[in-house]
């Protein structure tokens, strides 16, 4: 008998053997044979070493490319179904009757690779992969073009020279975490782009636990969307980004850890060159869009110019808990030729937050927890965000060695692209606040700076720096909500056009003397403060030549009383972090009142909707104008307030 026909004798005896399942590939395609096709009633027979007949079908042997062993197929196995099991060195598959047609499994060791041919729906249903069982030399590799799911059932899968898990069908593909059950993925040295890759799109869910170490790259990575729903997901070391997309990136649920990366925890490119715009739905969309929606995440960065969530496009969040602290320094980007830094949440895009608790920080040098280059527009959620930072800059762009700074003065010469300044929440575009409840603070630079104009009609925020605590490079309006500034350094809310207060409580304080002010428009470029309606307390003083439409007075403050316009019923109450003669607007009676209930804001300084009551009066005294260059009023005593940072 000739050696071929020998083989294939061993290939058919091992099948009926081991009940797996025996594929033949001709020109004309493959053909599936299992356990039940070959037996001792109806054997293989092979004539004269030219032809092989199994059952009704005859193949010509030298028309045959491949024979392969490739898993065994049960009906045992629920339908659309194929369970892989990783043991030690070794790994089975074993597949539904019903899929064991479109189905081609190949094993080496415990390394697995399947190619799916469906491109359709069988029975009405995508094909599911169960991962179970533990090899620390094994993987899965799975290749088709229609979608699946793979159902990690426990499975400690590590590949030493490779991904883990690398899945080149460009479709949707759902990662599926069962309940109650933990998974790990690890992976090793390669080419590989993440130690879980998919081509096509990601969606990971379930309520179960995943794990994933990224030895060689990324640790999760689609050249596709990503979203994520329910499951539990621990990135806890990776080579690069934590998670890394294209397209756009969807958190809807579930507890998500991301730590120990060597760059961005969350990564959104723009798959293509152009940016579809958001789509109903998502449906083929490709922006670079981040939307978070719900669920909790944290993440922290150490690396130098990482982000914690870095979106190509625009960057949405509605609803959900987000954790996110970077510590890596600036450094000098040679690509671009400018000094870069960290971001707790950046968008090249613009910013909407219209919900959630967001609680941001960025330590190294030229940090910034919220950084957005287009526009930032806040109407609800809960955020702080805090920079504690120095100013990095370098000399020129052949010294590129980074240097810190405490003091803008040392950097105001130089151009843009050799400094980074650490401000808290940092817009290039226009911002907008409506709502919501937003703490900023900068400890060597502006907390809140705009590029463009500020509006604030609704909300609560505050802010605090050795530097403007709020400032914006065009006219501010603040026409409603609450706005609390205290500098250390520099004016307390800093407008470079024309400043409108008109219906807004604003609460502006600093330590600093002459020339700087509580609120400051810019008089030299012909800009001017005007204070039109609301409610105004400020210290020491006002822009010089203010428009003050609305009557303003001085009062003298001490630190143990709590103030009203209102003598008794619900009002905003505040006390005042240091003793001194301040400016008041609102009304022509303030009263020194006892407070209780209210919401607290500004750091214990203010409380809205309080219950005041037993009110004494307190001596006003018209104020006319501001100080020429700012300045003016009685300095605090008692080395200056203790809260607000």
């Known amino acids: 008998m000739k050696r071929t026909s020998f083989s294939m004798i061993v290939l058919v005896l091992t099948i009926a053997a081991w009940g797996q399942t025996l ?97 359709a729906a069988i029975d009405d249903d995508e094909i599911t992969y169960v991962l179970s069982g533990s090899t620390t030399d094994g993987s899965l590799t799975l290749a088709g073009s229609y979608k699946c799911t793979v159902s990690l059932e426990g499975v400690t899968l590590t590949n030493p020279n490779g991904a883990a898990i690398n899945i080149t069908n460009s479709k949707r593909i759902q990662i599926n975490a069962k309940k109650g059950t933990k998974s790990t993925l690890t992976d090793g040295s390669g080419s590989q782009k993440a130690c879980l890759y998919s081509k096509g799109q990601i969606q990971l869910q379930g309520n179960g636990t995943l794990n994933v170490v990224g030895n060689y790259k990324h640790g999760i990575k689609s050249a596709s969307y990503i979203t994520i729903k329910n499951l539990t997901l621990n990135i806890t070391s990776t080579v690069s980004d934590g998670i890394n997309c294209e397209e756009y990136f969807q958190m809807k649920s579930g507890t998500v850890t991301i730590s120990g990366v060597g760059d961005d925890g969350i990564q959104c490119d723009l798959g293509g060159t152009t940016s579809t715009g958001e789509t109903t739905d998502h449906e083929d969309e490709d922006t670079g869009n981040v939307y978070l929606e719900g669920g909790t995440l944290t993440i922290t960065t150490t690396a130098a110019t990482s982000k914690g969530i870095k979106a190509d496009g625009s960057m949405t969040v509605s609803d959900g808990t987000y954790t996110i602290s970077t510590t890596g320094s600036a450094a000098w980007d040679s690509d671009d030729s400018e000094v870069k830094a960290c971001a707790a949440m950046s968008a090249d895009g613009n910013m909407t937050i219209s919900g959630g608790i967001l609680t941001l920080t960025s330590s190294g040098s030229g940090g910034k927890a919220i950084s957005v280059n287009g526009t930032l527009t806040i109407s609800g959620g809960e955020t702080s965000a805090i920079t504690t930072g120095q100013i990095a800059y370098c ?76 400032n914006s490079a065009s006219t ?69 030549g203010s428009s003050l439409t609305q009557s303003c007075y001085t009062a003298s403050l001490s630190t143990s009383n709590w103030y009203s316009f209102t003598q008794s019923g619900m009002a905003f109450a505040f006390k005042v972090p240091a003793a001194g003669t301040w400016i008041v607007s609102g009304g022509s009676s303030l009263y020194s009142v006892s407070k ?30 501001g100080a020429s260059g700012g300045g003016g009023g009685n300095q605090p005593g008692g080395g200056g307030p203790g809260g607000w940072h």
């Open 596 to 625: 209780s209930n209210g919401t607290t804001i500004f750091d214990g300084y203010g409380a809205t909707g309080a219950t005041v009551s037993s009110g004494s009066s307190v001596s006003l005294t018209s104020y006319s104008g």
């Open 476 to 544: 501010m309006t603040l026409s409603g909500g609450y706005v609390g500034a205290y500098s250390t350094g520099n004016d307390a809310i800093d407008s470079n056009g024309n400043l409108y207060i008109k219906g807004a409580t604003v609460f502006a304080y600093t330590t600093k003397s002459s020339p700087e002010v509580a609120i400051d428009a810019n008089t030299e470029g012909g800009y001017k403060l005007y204070v039109q309606s609301g409610t105004l307390y400020a210290y020491p003083s006002l822009e010089s």
């Open 23 to 119: 594929k033949i590939t001709t020109s004309s395609g493959t053909t599936s044979y299992n356990a039940a096709d070959v037996t001792s009633s109806s054997p293989a027979t092979f004539s004269n070493g030219t032809s092989m007949t199994i059952g009704s079908d005859t193949y010509t042997l030298s028309n045959i490319t491949s024979m392969q062993i490739a898993s065994s197929s049960s009906s045992t196995v629920d339908a659309n179904t194929v369970n892989i099991i990783y043991n030690g060195s070794s790994a089975t598959v074993t597949m539904a009757d019903n899929v064991a047609s479109y189905v081609t499994a190949e094993v080496s060791g415990a390394h697995v690779s399947i190619t799916q041919s469906n491109t």
């Open 395 to 470: 000399s020129s762009t052949s010294n590129t060695t980074i240097r810190t700074a405490t003091s803008s003065s040392t950097t105001e010469n130089l151009a843009d692209a050799l400094k980074t300044s650490p401000k808290a929440i940092k817009a290039d575009g226009a911002m907008t606040i409506s709502g919501g409840t937003t703490c900023a603070k900068a400890s060597y630079h502006e907390a809140v700076e705009t590029k463009n104009t500020l509006d604030v009609t609704g909300g609560v925020i505050y802010a605090y720096s050795s530097d403007d605590a709020i």
